[in-house]
């Protein structure tokens, strides 16, 4: 599990509509841990999806533009491999990619759905009886207009990904316009048959209440709410959105809960971040999240601790 953490650099977590979450709790045991993870699935929202609470984010797959040091080879690719297959022996099996992950044009690199369709493939040649849950988004790029944009696009991604469909299908922000056509885009895809559930991404408060509320008139459950959610990046809490999701039973789901990796304590003043992620977490950054790192490196050894609220 640690090497696809480290490997990702994306994972994320589903808190459902637990109020607390200051709780880190450390178990000794890698395989309790394991049957742990596999016992503890999470329903997302009013739907009838339970996935694991834990899960991958694919961001990092095939990405020459943000990831990677602006290369993608081999190497990277057996990397990538190994931590789908690492993630699924300690038992998470929910896995989070987009249409914009990963690259079609640079040089060497591959789109991220169609590296996890790979990954998926081989894994059930090896083990049939394995199931994984997918979660893809769809990019609202100003040029798309209308309900039938969102299902020609999800229609691509089932292509790379190689599934006839997924579980939890996103929108992966807000339009600049044309967000109704969109929502009622997903709602075509579940009586289509072509998603499980439907959630969106970095939404506020007001269109997160918005989109439920148009999907709530088709008698569909808005699953999930994706945004930015870590110890040291709170705004959910702040700006409303943790405390609508609350209120209308949606799931929100943390993504770079561990910041990009900042949080698990690979990264130090002396040994920054390469690439983008290095102007963001510059060692001046990492140096005043010290304390914090320190406290996250205590708590680990003790069975459960409160970590203060920043």
Known sequence: MAMAMNVSSACFCVSGNRR?????????S???AASKIKEDKVRLGGSDLEVTRLGIGAW?????????NFEWDDGKMKAAKAAFDSSVDCGITFFDTAEVYGSRFSFGAINSETLLGRFIEDRKVKDPEVEVAV?????????RLGRQSVLAALKESLDRLGLSSVELYQLHWPGIW???????????????????AVGVSNYSESRLRSAYEKLKKRGI????????????????????????????????IAYSPIAQG?????????NPPTGPRGQIYTPEYLTKLQPLLNRIKEVGTKPTVELPHR
């Open 20 to 28: 607390s979450v200051n709780r880190v709790r450390a178990v000794a």
């Open 30 to 32: 890698e395989d309790f």
């Open 60 to 68: 990092s797959w095939g990405d020459t533009s943000y990831w990677n």
């Open 135 to 143: 979660a893809t988004k769809y990019a609202a790029l100003p040029w």
């Open 178 to 196: 044309g967000n109704e056509g969109y929502i009622d885009g997903l709602g075509d895809a579940v009586e289509q048959g072509l998603v499980k």
């Open 221 to 252: 459950p808005l699953a999930s709410n994706q945004v930015n959610y870590s110890l040291i990046y709170r705004a959910p809490e702040e700006n409303g959105v943790k405390a609508a999701c609350d209120e209308l039973g949606v799931t929100l």
């Open 262 to 270: 900042v949080l698990t304590g690979k990264y130090t003043p002396e």
